[in-house]
């Protein structure tokens, strides 16, 4: 058997370069050697406000993107997490071994919640114990995630090991307690209006991010005004210039390149002459996967069906591990 691989992204907004180069990119890879388990996190979008008018349409253009970015449906397992009750039920039987302040140190929940104020929902704080459930019912190998999820992921595992001490036997534990896997190269792209902030869905200004979906022209202009600095020449990794060092890495990852080469390529450049280098290489990049994502989201049925398959194989997997975790914790058969 090939090792297990899962992750998942929240249906919420548009992907961006971030998603792609951080997450979906490195799954593609991935799926030659490992048997992959990719899902929308729907739960997960609902822990804070949401449209419920827009929920269904944006997990179905996530599994679109997943496909469009090089997801082969044939291969890996593609589902939607609220569609397997096991996520909900096993993140409850964890909610009852996690201690709060475990969560109350998660810094996605600290970010996350000044934003809500005083509506801040208690799905919020538990967000990391679902996400918990949702790895650990695959019992996978791995986790790739961006670095962003290095917290849940170590949380994760705490979770793991405190349901194997307290339900299981040194020689024969309960879960398995997977590996994060965070690739250096994406695992954090920047923002265009601020190199040393994340590319990120939530953030309110539409500039700071190229969605996959943006048009040409909607990349190059975005580029163009991307945040920059007066020095001159361009390099990677010096601190007092995070934009760019996210620019070059940018470019070196959509063009697939070493680092050295395009450090060598561009180390005399200004940014009039790298800027229409960067858009042009990412709208060659982003190109076959618009083309691909508009055909799949016109054949709506399409996507359902594999859809219905992928919750078939993931329950497959889920609903044993499920039962496994009752047994241990006493229930009634
Ligand atoms: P966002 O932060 O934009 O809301 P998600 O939290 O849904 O995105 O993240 C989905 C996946 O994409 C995760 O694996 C996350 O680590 C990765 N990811 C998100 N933003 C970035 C980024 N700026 N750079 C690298 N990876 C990212
Ligand atoms: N919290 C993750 C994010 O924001 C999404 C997610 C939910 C996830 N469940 C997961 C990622 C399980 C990996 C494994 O990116």
């Known amino acids: 058997m ?5 992750s998942g992204i929240q249906p919420t ?5 971030g998603n792609y180069l951080g997450a979906i990119r490195n799954w593609v890879t ?7 388990f990719l899902f929308m996190a729907d739960l997960h979008a609902v822990t804070v406000p949401h449209d419920p008018a827009a929920l269904a349409e944006n997990t179905l253009k996530v599994a679109a993107t997943y496909i469009a970015c090089g997801i082969d449906p044939a291969r890996s397992t593609i589902f939607v997490q609220s569609q397997l009750p096991e996520h909900s039920e096993l993140a409850w039987l964890f909610n009852c071994i996690t201690p709060l302040n475990w969560l109350e140190r998660m810094i996605q929940f600290k970010e996350k919640s ?9 799905g919020l704080m538990d967000y990391p114990v679902l996400q918990a459930a949702d790895i650990l019912l695959y019992e996978p190998d791995k986790v790739p995630v961006g670095e962003d999820q290095k917290q849940h992921l170590e949380l994760t595992r705490d979770i793991a090991a405190r349901l194997n001490f307290q339900f299981g036997s040194e020689d024969k534990p309960v879960l398995k307690v997977p590996e994060p896997l965070i690739r250096k190269a994406g695992a954090r792209v920047m923002s265009l209006t601020d190199g040393t902030k994340k590319m990120s ?28 600095d007066p020095a001159r020449g ?14 070059l890495s940018l470019y070196q990852l959509l063009s ?20 229409p280098l960067l858009a042009e290489t990412t709208v060659a990049a982003l190109q076959p996967i618009q083309t691909k994502y508009d055909e799949l989201m016109s054949d709506r049925a399409y996507l359902q069906q594999i859809l219905v398959e992928g919750k078939e194989k993931a329950q497959a997997i889920a ?15």
Not at 234 to 247: A, I, K, M, S, V
């Open 2 to 6: 090939p090792s297990r691989i899962l």
């Open 13 to 17: 907004g548009n992907l961006h370069l």
């Open 30 to 36: 991935l799926q030659e050697e490992y048997d992959c």
């Open 114 to 122: 000044v934003k809500q104020g005083e509506n801040v929902s208690i």
């Open 201 to 228: 869905k939530s953030d309110p200004s539409d500039q700071s991010r190229i969605d996959l979906t943006d048009p040409p022209a909607v990349i190059t202009k975005k580029i163009k005004r991307a945040k920059t």
């Open 234 to 247: 361009l390099e990677f990794d010096n601190p007092e210039r995070p934009e760019c060092n996210n620019l």
């Open 256 to 275: 697939d390149q070493t680092q050295a080469a395009v450090a060598a390529e561009c180390e005399a450049m200004g940014w009039g002459q790298f800027k």
């Open 319 to 333: 609903a044993p591990t499920l039962a496994k975790v009752k047994t241990a914790m006493g229930f009634a058969q």
